[in-house]
């Protein structure tokens, strides 16, 4: 009657394989801090740390190549200058037969002799200049707001959280066009501010929920009762934890940014001519495609190079900053993790014993 | 008894006697209908957010919009009195926040049906006219697009998911990740330079190398292999069978210049059908379930009889879409009928399964029949062998019967659709992945399992429904937002709807049409969420709507 129900072999082998999962995972982060631990893991992060590098390649790329504003660059040509028409139609000189030739034009020029490498340098400028402003100021706003309508509740939170509401209910491509048109033509540091009053809602709403959820925890008790004040407690005591949200939300926001920020200056509601950005070149150049496409394909190249390494480092960073994320060890990394183990205890660990 | 207890305690009802006295009526009527007044307080707290959001834009608009400008750079001598006329026309003089209570006062006027949105002060045109035309052509393009990414993104989702870790769940990923980072306005021009000019380039010779054909069919098998996994031995059977099939059939396609005069035939219906029948029962009854298996063939066989007489209904004077519904209709009703008359025990399932075969098999018909009119449509004069439209939502000056005109249509909405699709296909599949993997994780899929389920019922009929609640509160909100039209897609390829109007209106300086725009928009949104709210509370019984 009291036989122990008998344990199926598949069973007994998941249980195994999380303890030997838990115990690699303990392994690795003996003694480590929890920013440690999320450093680490966004290292090993293979897709994020690649896309890091090329972001930042384009980033050095693009503020030295042509220079940025009184910094003169190492490219020959600025974004404006007229140059004799090289190549046929003035086609690209970048070539990868016969190993890399660079030419005087690797991205080609337009019709009238424009250097494209020099204008979608700039474009880059403009259009990164644009998504890290809105992507830091943005954030916090949203910041703010979340922090003040978690932490207080009550009116105050009833109140920003309506205002939050009005402020998604309109369509951001919709309000993004408008301000756009509003100041169209301006610098791209107004257009960028006038896009991050319109595109900090998620923030806000996603930093409320967690102050909401962290106000209640023991080390706020804590910090109350050692005398904190409330602007010390949200900002020292509550932000610090709420941090690997508010990462993760500010990369894809960022990404959602030059996206926003390229397609409203495409549509002539951005960035506008004499001005460049990657969008307004795609519109300038979309009627020449089938004669000149070297003119539409690299500032799309660009904007998709960009958003797509921002949004592979915000998964990278999400995996790093969730606690619940199992990565499945593989053999050698198993192995790896105890002649670590070893060498710094020189003991075998539980679980090379076990194994 | 009762008076001594009363007279025992008489504090605490003093105590709360005064509330109950202030508040009697709310709480009987919160007590006995708490779904309505949680309804009543949802609609008021949304009435306030549109409120305050129309306020937000129509002082946008008054900021950043200046009617007079195309004025002050005009050289026309009397350029002061047409200044003047304008700021009275458009009441400039008013300050915009009591103008902004003066076009809320029309809009309201609607609740005593004498309401108006306005108009347009460059065409002269009534708003709700203006809305009444965008809004059809819009959901017709974004409608489409919607359902089958919705389709599609969570066919893949629920694939990816099933297969965590695998080869084909990288690439998912990283495929769903490139679509996010890719700009619309992009995709869109290329889809015009490949998909309308290219492919109409290929059709006016479609042949391909032998090279080409051998290199998409290995490509294909490759894909498959991934799709099925499996271990080695039965991956390369896979990638070798499904290779050599699509080889066979892209040859068979091009040698036979199926591509000029497209048709499934009696045969391709029936092998489509069957394929269906069979597919469908497979992953909803098991073939096992005999009866299921035998209706929906039945009903695969019905649609292949009738295929020749149908010939001669599509072809009545006035055909037009009506018929189309009622004959769809008729077909599930077949369908449902096959299902009963074969009986047993759990009918509803043969029942099911023979209206959804019902519904393919007619649809496969259907694309039969205009397929039948490619061939003289291409070779018209006023389509010249160019198909595949990059603009507009038909050819001006053609007129055929009802099959040309959907045939015409659907080459115009190709295009557009594939760019939406492109762009709103990867979050639902991120999404559905997610949450398959969440809800595989449960504790009540180990339960399934543990009782000896097959792993199909536990994954269709225990965690893809689950899975799907998740989805349900983003579809509805995709759905109102739908009707805002895609502003980027709708000007690439100069689509008339709601996207057009916005860009035009704000282009030419027009408040009252975009005001319009948005009372569309932000209405549906924020019904949209209320809509959200309850679906999530009828489909998920841990989560209750309180008032």
Redesign the interface.
Do not use: E, S
């Given at each position: 009657m009291t036989t122990p129900t008998p344990i199926s072999p598949q069973q007994l082998d998941g249980q195994h394989h999380d303890a030997v999962e838990n115990a690699i995972e303990l392994k690795e982060v003996e003694g480590l801090s929890q920013g440690r631990i999320v450093l680490r893991r966004f290292l090993r992060h293979r897709g994020a740390m690649a896309s890091a590098a090329v972001l930042l390649a384009v980033v050095v790329l693009a503020s030295t190549s042509i220079g940025w504003g009184p910094i003169p660059g190492w490219w020959k040509w600025a974004p404006n200058d007229l140059s004799p028409i090289v190549n046929d139609g003035g086609a690209p000189t970048l070539s990868f037969s016969g190993g890399i030739t660079i030419g005087e034009h690797p991205f080609g020029q337009d019709n009238i002799g424009k250097d494209v490498f020099a204008l979608v340098m700039r474009g880059t400028q403009q259009s990164l200049l644009v998504m890290f402003v809105i992507g830091l100021l943005a954030s916090a706003i949203g910041i703010a707001l979340g922090a003040f309508a978690g932490f207080f509740r009550g009116r105050l939170d009833n109140f920003l959280m309506?205002?939050t509401?009005?402020?998604i209910?309109?369509?951001v491509?919709?309000?993004g066009?408008?301000?756009g048109?509003?100041v169209g033509g301006a610098s791209p540091i107004t257009l960028a501010l006038a896009l991050a009053a319109v595109t900090w809602t998620s923030m806000a709403r996603l930093v409320r929920g967690e102050f909401l959820s962290l106000r209640e925890r023991e080390f706020v008790d804590a910090a109350r009762v050692a005398g904190a004040s409330n602007g010390r407690i949200m900002f020292k005591h509550i932000l610090p934890n709420a941090v690997g949200v508010i990462i993760v939300n500010a990369t894809l926001l960022m990404?959602a940014a030059i996206?926003l920020e390229?397609?409203l200056s495409?549509?002539?509601?951005g960035i506008t001519y004499p001005d460049v950005s990657l969008?307004n070149l795609?519109?300038e150049y979309?009627t020449a495609?089938?004669t000149r496409?070297w003119l539409?394909w690299w500032p799309?190249l660009f904007?998709?190079t960009i958003?797509?390494s921002i949004?592979?480092i915000g998964?990278g960073l999400r995996d790093a900053f969730d606690p619940r994320q199992r990565r499945?060890p593989t053999r050698r990394a198993l192995a790896r993790a105890d002649r670590r183990a070893q060498r710094k205890s020189g003991v075998p660990a539980a679980a090379t014993a076990e194994a | 008894m009762v008076t001594s207890e009363k007279s025992l305690a008489p504090a605490p009802v003093t105590a709360t006697a005064a509330p109950a006295a202030q508040a009697p009526r709310r709480r009987r009527l919160s007590a006995s209908a708490p779904t309505l007044t949680f309804i009543g307080r949802r609609l008021l707290s949304s009435a306030i957010v549109l409120l305050g959001a129309t306020f937000i834009v129509y002082m946008l608009l008054a900021y950043a919009l200046d009617p007079l400008e195309d004025l002050y750079a005009s050289s026309a001598p009397n350029k002061e009195q047409l200044i003047e006329a304008r700021i009275r026309l458009l009441d400039l003089d008013t300050p915009p926040v009591i103008r902004y209570f003066k076009w809320l006062a029309g809009v309201l006027g609607y609740l005593i049906g004498r309401g108006t949105l306005g108009e347009s002060w460059v065409t002269g045109q009534q708003v709700t006219d203006l809305l009444a035309s965008a809004i059809p052509s819009t959901v017709q393009l974004v409608g489409g697009a919607t359902v089958i990414a919705v389709a599609l993104g969570i066919t893949v989702g629920i694939a990816s998911a099933l297969r965590q870790y695998t080869g084909f769940d990288y690439s998912v990923t990283f495929m769903s990740f490139v679509l996010y980072s890719l700009p619309s306005f992009w995709v869109a021009v290329l889809l015009k330079l490949w998909g309308a000019i290219g492919f109409n380039d290929f059709l006016a010779d479609p042949t391909m190398s032998t090279t080409t054909i051998v290199l998409l069919a290995i490509l294909s098998g490759l894909v498959w292999q991934v799709l099925v996994g499996g271990d080695l031995r039965r991956r390369l059977v896979t990638f070798g069978m499904s290779a050599l099939a699509s080889g066979l059939v892209l040859w068979g396609v091009l040698a036979s210049g199926w591509l000029l005069d497209p048709s499934l035939g009696m045969a391709g219906i029936a092998v489509l059908g069957i394929a269906a029948a069979v597919g469908l029962t497979a992953m909803t009854t098991g073939l096992q379930n005999r009866r299921a298996l035998f209706s929906s063939l039945t009903v695969v066989a019905i649609g292949v009889a009738l295929w020749f007489p149908l010939k001669y209904v599509f072809v009545i004077d006035g055909f037009n879409g009506l018929w189309v519904l009622g004959l769809g209709v008729v077909a599930v009703g077949v369908g449902l009928l096959v299902g009963r008359l074969y009986g047993g025990p759990d009918y509803g399932q043969s029942m099911r399964n023979a209206a959804i075969t019902a519904f393919v098999v007619a649809g496969l018909i259907y694309v039969d029949r205009v397929m039948d009119v490619w061939k003289p449509y291409t070779n018209s004069s006023y389509i010249n062998g160019r198909p595949i439209a990059t603009i507009g939502s038909q050819t001006p000056g053609l007129n055929g019967d009802y099959w040309v005109e959907t045939l015409d249509r659907f080459t115009h909405l190709i295009l557009p659709t594939i760019a939406l699709i492109l762009i709103s296909f990867a979050s639902y599949t991120r999404y559905s992945r997610a949450s398959l993997l969440e809800v595989m994780n449960q504790d009540y899929i180990r339960t399934a399992r543990a009782k000896g389920l097959p792993e199909r019922v536990v994954t269709v009929r225990h965690a893809f429904r689950n899975a799907l609640i998740p989805l349900a509160t983003i579809i509805p909100l995709d759905i109102a937002a739908l009707f805002g039209g895609a502003i980027i897609t709708e000007r690439i390829f100069s689509w008339s709807g709601m996207g057009s109007l916005f860009i035009h209106s704000l282009g030419a300086r027009d408040a009252d049409p975009i005001m319009g725009y948005f009372l569309v928009v932000g209405t549906l949104l924020v019904l949209a969420n209320i809509v959200v709210d309850f679906v999530y509370a009828a489909l998920d019984p841990r989560i209750r709507v309180n008032a």
């Open positions: 309506r205002f509401d009005m402020v209910t309109i369509p491509i919709m309000v066009a408008i301000l048109a509003w990404a996206l390229t397609a495409y549509l002539g509601f969008g795609i519109n979309q495609f089938a496409p539409f799309g904007i998709v958003a797509l949004n592979f998964d499945i | -």
